[in-house]
């Protein structure tokens, strides 16, 4: 078994410095005199050695003797030049991975063809149609074969994509997996798409980054083995922003991903593929992961169910990351699915004994159905607003009434807000995620294009610490959200590491204080949405808040949808200003406008370990509130 480090969804750039003063004297050895003292058997290649050392010599002497200025135009003309090659290599790498998704989609588009000219009688409408937990017991029970569903939501997956550009590549060996599937496995049969970031033996994981282009990986990740051991038939790779440090979906490599309702808007991040592809119908289960909302914000933007995990329920051994070894904020991996229920189905086929076979610092907790299963009333808390993103009023509508139809049917609600909301989002989440001053991000950069979504992040981290730090300094009357992120960007000692660390247990265990003293079963917060424009979420960073603190708590979080957009939030958006009335309120306001019909969600939050709890808490929402309808 291949297994990789724990990894987080996030990324530097690293420049290296050439030390050579003008005016030097220092006299350097002579490439001659070391060719002269070389093994007689590099006889052979002596002349040709000779006359290259002798050319950097020469150069050298040249040098020697130059002047400053001619040594600066010498440094400068060397640095465009690099630059010029890295970004030859980029492009490079762009043309390949562009080549290898349209050979991949032709394929599909072969293969689904195929498979309707050999069986024209097959009803694929009803087949995609079908719910999850249907669709596995017509598998279990014969009346579907594997090859039905596996090649209809082929065909479907590819007529999703000419819409949206969600899928990277085509699992080409899935057709030879049918075979091979477990029939007693609880995803017997069932297409699963998967996030990039998941390893596929024999497939690219690229992260939207030129120096992961080519590389692929040499097993598959431990969820991906479970999978297949489970019945599973993977089939595609799905898209993500660069890097995936983005709640937008969009890279160099292979381009922006569209929300299949509405074409100016964008999926939501990091596994934005994800939601595109499951919201349009081409998948009926997928697996994401989620560091800061990256699960929830496509789900919630896309109208899909999706569930961010307790950090280590689910293994993430084989993940590609782009920084390894953060884990001040934990990254969750977590299924995102049409309903609920594929959503519990997908953790109770997951949370087996295979799994905490193959990767064994999974802690062995097997499904409780019994807690999943439960119709006892709940004591629910829930809060309108975190007062540091004002909910939009389609946020507030959608809340509000999950919240009286959650009484109506006999649950008990409970106003409760978590303390120190923007605490732990400045200082203990954004110096969590940048404990080096993203120096381990940026170094994925190096020589690379980077795409719009992270433009203002990556220009942030490429700036001296002591410049970051006067402009905390100097923004902090004006803008005290991105001062207090700027502030917190900041490379640290190991001492103050693990004093981070600490201060972000001490808050957990605040906030499950705070919680157990109202004897709360859950949680009802909003989700942010609707669905923000293209390349807007990269300029509204303090939109994270509903999402990232429970990343930073570390509890598990689930979003379902409840409402849609009507024209009346439309009218009541035009006096959006938001609590701070500055650049990221401004973009928010703008960016969600034009959203009528689009899907707006709701966040269901438990403690630690409680997912069947939080399951059964959305399973709920999901029955009291009317579904919105997925795109055409």
């Known amino acids: 078994m291949c297994q990789a480090p724990h990894i987080e969804d996030l990324t530097d750039s690293s420049s290296q410095s050439c030390e050579a003063g003008p005016g030097s004297r220092r006299s350097r050895p002579s490439f001659a005199a070391e060719s002269a003292r070389a093994d007689p058997s590099a006889v052979a290649l002596g002349s040709g050695r000779r006359r290259e050392t002798m050319m950097l010599d020469e150069l050298w002497a040249a040098l020697s003797g130059a002047s400053g200025v001619a040594l600066a135009c010498c440094l400068v003309a060397t640095t465009v030049v690099l630059r010029w090659r890295g970004r030859r290599t980029a492009r490079g790498a762009a043309a390949r991975a562009r080549q290898r998704q349209q050979a991949a989609l032709e394929n599909m588009d072969k293969a689904a063809q195929r498979f309707r000219l050999q069986n024209p009688d097959l009803d694929s409408e009803a087949l995609l149609a079908l719910p999850l937990p249907q669709l596995v017991q017509k598998l279990h029970g014969g009346e579907l074969s594997p090859e039905a569903a596996l090649f209809t939501y082929v065909g479907k997956a590819w007529e999703v994509n000419k819409g949206t550009n969600c899928v990277t590549t085509y699992l080409a060996d899935c057709e030879t997996q049918l075979s091979q599937a477990p029939r007693q496995g609880l995803l017997y049969g069932v297409p699963v798409s998967l996030k990039e970031c998941f390893s596929y033996k024999g497939q690219d994981s690229t992260l939207g980054l030129s120096l992961n282009e080519g590389v692929p990986a040499e097993c598959d990740s431990v969820v991906v083995q479970v999978l297949k051991l489970q019945g599973a038939v993977p089939f595609v790779h799905t898209n993500i922003p660069q890097s995936m440090f983005s709640y937008d979906c969009s890279n160099p490599l292979f381009g922006q991903t569209i929300n299949p309702w509405k074409s100016s808007k964008s999926p939501g991040g990091s596994s934005g593929g994800e939601g595109a592809l499951i919201g349009a119908g081409g998948s009926p289960l997928g697996l994401g992961t989620d560091i800061g909302g990256s699960i929830r914000f496509p789900s919630a933007f896309c109208g899909i169910c999706g569930l961010k995990p307790t950090g280590n329920r689910l293994s993430k051994s084989g993940l590609k990351g782009c920084v390894y070894g953060q884990v001040a904020v934990q990254l969750s991996v977590g299924p995102m699915a049409r309903d609920v229920e594929s959503l519990a189905l997908c953790l109770r086929a997951l949370l087996c004994e295979d799994m905490f076979r193959l990767d064994p610092t999974v802690p062995p907790l097997p499904f409780k159905e019994e807690v999943y299963t439960s119709s006892q009333p709940l004591r629910v808390g829930y809060y309108e607003t975190d007062n540091y993103t004002m909910p939009t009023p389609a946020m507030r509508r959608a809340l509000l009434e999950t919240k009286q139809s959650l009484e109506a049917a006999g649950h008990t609600l409970v106003p409760f807000l978590p303390s120190n909301i923007p605490h732990a989002l400045e200082n203990l989440s954004t110096g969590g995620l940048f404990s080096d001053g993203g120096s381990s991000f940026l170094q994925n950069f190096k020589g690379d294009f980077v795409d719009p979504c992270l433009g203002d992040l990556v220009s942030i981290l490429k700036l001296p610490r002591w410049l970051r730090g006067l402009l905390a300094f100097l923004l902090k009357p004006l803008l005290p959200r991105l001062a207090a992120f700027l502030s917190s960007m900041k490379s640290r000692s190991a001492g103050k590491l693990w004093e981070l660390q600490h201060e972000i247990e001490v808050y957990r265990n605040s906030v499950i204080a705070q919680w157990r003293a109202l004897d709360l079963d859950v949680l009802l917060t909003p989700m942010l949405g ?65 959203s009528v019909g689009l899907p707006v969600a709701v966040q269901c939050v438990a403690l630690p370990w409680q997912e069947e709890l939080c399951l059964r808490f959305m399973r709920e929402v999901e029955r009291l509130m009317t579904p919105a309808k997925r795109p055409a």
């Open 530 to 594: 609707p669905a923000m424009d293209l390349n807007a979420p990269g300029r509204a960073t303090g939109a994270v808040s509903y999402t990232l603190l429970y990343n930073c708590l570390n509890f598990p979080a689930g979003v379902v949808p409840v409402t849609t957009v009507t024209a009346e939030d439309e009218a009541q958006m035009e006096h959006y200003r938001g609590y701070f009335g500055d650049i990221w309120d401004k973009v928010l306001q703008k960016a969600m406008k034009k």
